[in-house]
């Protein structure tokens, strides 16, 4: 019995030795294979840098869709037991860029759309259908010639408007000359002093055109499976504070499966005018004094969107 138990024990040890030793040598064949992998996607991504320094066009677009859909029925621990409710949101990121070797030309795309439901069944004059909630278009084309290797004379028309509701009121169009600073592949800085920002709308006692300055910086770039834009558009009045505006722009999308993936967008604004027509759209006879640039707070406006991405 003794001799049996021993030999049990020799090739159990034996048998541990070998999977060890086995563990090993894959780990060290792993090692091997990923030091292989890794010196081929640092070659890889030089050519790549090498690509994207060649003149020519560069196009891409990545967007984000968002839903959420719900029912109820006879749930009475809810104060409205019988409602449909629902939210959808869709985002789009485009760009189409020409590079040069003495100019550029930069065409930009955003554009933020929401639709939100909420059907009291019990209430006969509820509203059934789906209203606008998020409502963002902008676009840019901004063109420059090289003075230095990293700066450019340039000019830049921007248009921001909403498309659901209220298209063109308000409308806003700069147009401007100025310099642009390009310290990296992906970083474009404006910095236009001679901007004129044009403001279409119904009441023109409110909103105003005025001259300024406009500032731009935009940072696009991918890396691997993440998309990544951030935009900030700023125009500063030269006539008065109260018609300087600024908005801006942060989405992101990571890919996880043929271009599907999930994304991410918010947005800020600050814009006094708006902020203004708003009050002045609900202001009640008696509840006090008329709204105002002097009375109304320039509140921070903001928007997101989370759900499914797709990258083109």
Do not use: C
Request: net charge negative; glycine share 10%; no cysteine.
């Amino acid at each position: 019995m003794t001799k049996k138990l021993l030999i049990l024990f020799v090739m159990f040890v034996g048998v541990t030795s070998m999977n060890a030793q086995t563990k090993e040598e894959l780990q060290a064949q792993k090692a091997e294979k990923q030091a292989a992998a890794n010196a081929l996607q640092a070659e890889a991504d030089a050519i790549q840098a090498t690509i994207d320094a060649l003149p020519g066009w560069r196009y891409g677009a990545f967007g984000t869709v968002g839903a959420n859909l719900s029912g109820f029925n006879n749930w009475f621990a809810q104060g409205t037991p019988n409602v449909n409710s629902g939210n959808i949101g869709v985002t789009v990121n485009g760009f189409a860029n020409l590079k040069q070797e003495k100019y550029f030309w930069r065409n930009a795309l955003n554009v933020n759309l929401g639709w939100v439901k909420f059907d009291d069944r019990d209430d006969p004059t509820d509203d059934d259908s789906f209203r606008e909630g998020t409502d963002v278009f902008n676009i840019s084309s901004l063109y420059g010639r090289y003075v230095f290797k990293n700066f450019a004379v340039s000019g830049l028309a921007e248009y921001r408007t909403t498309i659901l509701n209220n298209f063109n009121d308000p409308g806003y169009l700069d147009v401007g000359v100025g310099g642009t600073w390009t310290p990296v592949e992906n970083l474009v800085v404006v910095i236009h002093p001679l901007n004129y920002n044009f403001v279409f709308a119904e009441d023109d006692t409110i909103f105003q055109s005025s001259l300024g300055a406009k500032i731009l910086v935009d940072y696009t770039r991918k890396i691997g499976a993440i998309n990544f834009k951030s935009n900030l558009s700023a125009f500063q009045s030269y006539e008065s504070s109260d018609l300087s505006n600024w908005t801006w722009i942060n989405s992101f999308g990571y890919t996880l499966w043929k271009g599907i993936g999930l994304g991410f967008e918010f947005g800020l604004r600050g814009n006094q005018q708006e902020a203004v027509n708003f009050a002045t759209a609900n202001f009640v006879e008696g509840s006090g004094p008329a709204p105002s640039f002097e009375n109304v707070d320039n509140e921070l406006q903001s928007y997101w969107l989370l759900g499914l991405n797709y990258s083109f």
